[in-house]
T-cell receptor, first 112, second 114 residues
Framework: KQEVTQIPAALSVPEGENLVLNCSFTDSAIYNLQWFRQDPGKGLTSLLLIQSSQREQTSGRLNASLDKSSGRSTLYIAASQPGDSATYLCAVEKSGFQKLVFGTGTRLLVSP | GAVVSQHPSRVICKSGTSVKIECRSLDFQATTMFWYRQFPKQSLMLMATSNEGSKATYEQGVEKDKFLINHASLTLSTLTVTSAHPEDSSFYIC??????????FGPGTRLTVT
């Protein structure tokens, strides 16, 4: 059974810091990995999707890497802003199953 | 593009009644939609996979007679919580699978059963 863990569970940083969120998964037979953002009481916004054959994806200040063999992904946020405050979730899709298994989430607070 | 809507956003109902939640893909067709449940400060748990024109596939431990799913068209899936009880109170989120295999999520529905 696929298990997805995110570390840290919560993170508080001052504005302007660069930060790294970690995601680990137990079964390396994945089709892709997706990073999402969730604001309180809201749905999910897709940030980045990395196919299993890719090593990283970038969008603006966000960079996500994937090391399938070690079962790890990181989300790097450069020059953090208060508007980045949210819960960040990673999710993996097992090959051929379409279903997403979500991580436990990291609650990020960026202080002005 | 790739917008998914849910209706209603919030619903309060009395114990024993049924509630229907709609999930629509507004600008793309989705042969597969997914229904998730999220408890406070917890991650999303997949309840079922909804396939257009066929029966939904439920995850282990999810009562299919309680959570009725219908995927009648390529843009609409509905979740009906039958005979709701307070323990069914939760945040329900749907998603639809796009062409690049990304999943696009709706804004969620907050269900409160009194």
């Amino acid at each position: 059974k696929q298990e997805v863990t995110q570390i840290p569970a919560a993170l508080s940083v001052p504005e302007g810091e660069n930060l790294v969120l970690n995601c680990s998964f137990t079964d390396s037979a994945i089709y892709n990995l997706q990073w999402f953002r969730q604001d309180p009481g809201k749905g999910l916004t897709s940030l980045l999707l990395i196919q299993s054959s890719q090593r990283e994806q970038t969008s603006g200040r966000l960079n996500a890497s994937l090391d399938k063999s070690s079962g790890r992904s990181t989300l790097y946020i450069a020059a953090s802003q208060p508007g980045d405050s949210a819960t960040y979730l990673c999710a993996v899709e097992k090959s051929g199953f379409q279903k997403l298994v979500f991580g436990t989430g990291t609650r990020l607070l960026v202080s002005p | 593009g790739a917008v998914v809507s849910q209706h209603p956003s919030r619903v309060i109902c009395k114990s024993g009644t049924s509630v229907k939640i709609e999930c629509r893909s507004l600008d793309f067709q989705a042969t597969t939609m997914f229904w998730y449940r999220q408890f406070p400060k917890q991650s999303l748990m997949l309840m079922a996979t909804s396939n257009e024109g066929s029966k939904a596939t439920y995850e282990q431990g999810v009562e299919k007679d309680k959570f009725l799913i219908n995927h009648a068209s390529l843009t609409l899936s509905t979740l009906t919580v039958t005979s709701a009880h307070p323990e069914d109170s939760s945040f329900y989120i749907c998603s639809a699978r796009g062409g690049r295999h990304e999943q696009y999520f709706g804004p969620g529905t907050r269900l409160t059963v009194t």
